[in-house]
């Protein structure tokens, strides 16, 4: 009988033991879990201050994106107003040549009308003739490679102007992707 008593005794002392660590693990357990929330708490707080900069960091990125946009539009405006006084200039510059090239051909029937009736020898004539038709001929070469010359830099400079608003374009969209 002694030793059925020793036997129940132990037995419960082993279920005390056992029901006494299950206890103190679940608290344990519970306050772990407290910690998590704890950390979970402070970690939400942590990104919402996060957030704020992330705004402020999309701000930054708009900002940049409408700065890279306005460029744009300034310097194609910019490039329009270049390209259009190079042109007048051009157009100026050919205008200058054929007008120089038309007053030669003038000088040239003045000279012609007044030299076939003081000019015995006619060589003398043909010689004036020739230089007065080279420089009318030279003036209006002139003016026509000047016309030519405006037509081809008009071409040059409407492609550097498109490519160079595609660049600020393509600037502006990045920074708004971003």
Known sequence: MFKNRLFYVLLAVAVLTVVGLTFREAFATAEVLKGDAARW????????VNSVEAEYLERGRTADAARWSAQVE?????????AQNLLRS???DAARW???GNLSVGK?????GSGGKTATIGSQVNNVERSLAAESARWSAMG????????QE???LQRARDAYAARWAAIGAFW???
């Open 41 to 48: 708490i402070a970690m939400g707080e942590y990104y919402k």
């Open 74 to 82: 300034f310097f194609a405006a910019k490039q329009a107003l270049e």
């Open 90 to 92: 051009r157009t100026a």
């Open 98 to 100: 054929a007008a120089l």
């Open 108 to 112: 040239q029937e003045a000279q012609l």
């Open 144 to 151: 026509k490679f000047y016309a030519a010359r405006q037509a």
């Open 154 to 156: 008009t071409q040059i």
């Open 176 to 178: 708004t992707t971003k």
